[in-house]
């Protein structure tokens, strides 16, 4: 399962709000909810999000291995 539990730390250290997300880059509340609930994003806005958080990919996004398997 794939989870945004980095990014918050990654918006902690950098001093960015969702609030900041949303009025200053024009992130939408709902995308803040998608990634809130570990849902699907687009690439785009995870690139979005490592350009202004001047960071890496691994900085935002995770993968946690679960029990189901395929």
Known sequence: MITYKPLWE??????VSTYTLINK???SSS???RLRHDQGVTTQLI??????LNCSVEDIIKYEPTDEGY
């Open 10 to 15: 990654t918006m902690k250290k950098k001093g």
């Open 25 to 27: 880059y024009n992130i």
């Open 47 to 52: 690139d979005d999000l490592c350009k202004i």
């Open 31 to 33: 995308t803040i909810h």
